[in-house]
């Protein structure tokens, strides 16, 4: 990760004090610290591959996003909800779910969505949740691309290196439909969950898909 500019750690640190209001924070407020917050604050930023989603891009994935009820896996600070609130504006009442693991991405995603329900936790764990958590209309996510450590597999069958298929995978255990942020040439491999191209950006697809059901007990519990 490169170094901070002045311009950058300043800005940074004026995210940090909305944060820290006693109060709720209004659009412009959330959209400046979804600006400006950076993910290298935290110590394990490197380790997490944590890179968090451009705005025009966020914007970009809403537009393929449907259903009243949305799962975000591995939602950062809240960029993926926050932009999807106007698109889903269709629906009575949407509810988010964001599930991250890292307790700072958790704390500030709270003062940027707080009317989703945060979790703090890693994604793998999530099928040990599933009767709490019951299904949801569209699971959405842009993961940790490329091999990383995880303590367990996602539901599904595969077992190969890339975390963005575990995501995937992991997807098809809560909803029926899911739309993911994932790079270009990433090529599935033996194994991974089927995706179709919804749009593209030079560098990163945007894919749109029906989700296969992993067969597991879990979900023969919740059918």
């Known amino acids: 990760m490169a170094k901070l500019t002045r311009e950058q750690e300043r800005r940074h640190a004026q995210a940090c004090q909305l944060v820290e209001l ?3 924070l209004n659009d412009d407020e959330r959209l400046f610290v979804l600006d400006h917050w950076q993910e290298s604050a ?3 930023n490197a380790s997490d591959r944590a890179f968090f989603t451009p705005a ?3 914007r970009d994935m809403s537009m393929d996003v449907e259903g009243r009820r949305i799962l975000d896996l591995g939602a ?3 960029r ?3 932009h999807c609130r106007d698109a889903l504006a269709r629906y009575e009442y949407p ?3 964001c599930v991250e693991r890292n307790p700072a991405y958790v704390r500030v995603g709270r003062r940027v969505m707080p009317e989703a329900t945060w979790i703090c936790a890693d994604i793998l764990d999530l099928p040990d949740m599933l009767d709490e958590l019951g299904t949801v209309d569209c699971a959405i996510s842009n ?4 091999p990383l450590p995880r303590r367990r ?3 599904g069958g595969y077992t190969g290196r890339r975390f963005e298929y575990h995501t995937i995978a992991l997807a098809g255990l809560f909803a029926r439909r899911g739309v993911f942020l994932i790079p270009q040439l990433t090529r599935p491999r033996s194994g991974a969950p089927a995706v179709r191209t919804a749009s593209r950006t030079p560098a990163t697809r945007s894919t749109a898909s029906s989700l296969p059901r992993p067969v597991s007990s879990s979900t023969r519990a919740a059918r």
């Not at 993961?143 to 490329?146: L, N, R």
């Open 143 to 146: 993961p940790p691309f490329g």
């Open 95 to 97: 509810q988010f779910v």
């Open 153 to 155: 597999d996602a539901p």
């Open 80 to 82: 993926l909800p926050f």
């Open 56 to 58: 025009g891009l966020a």
């Open 42 to 44: 935290t110590s394990t």
């Open 76 to 78: 950062g600070i809240g």
């Open 22 to 24: 006693d109060r709720d």
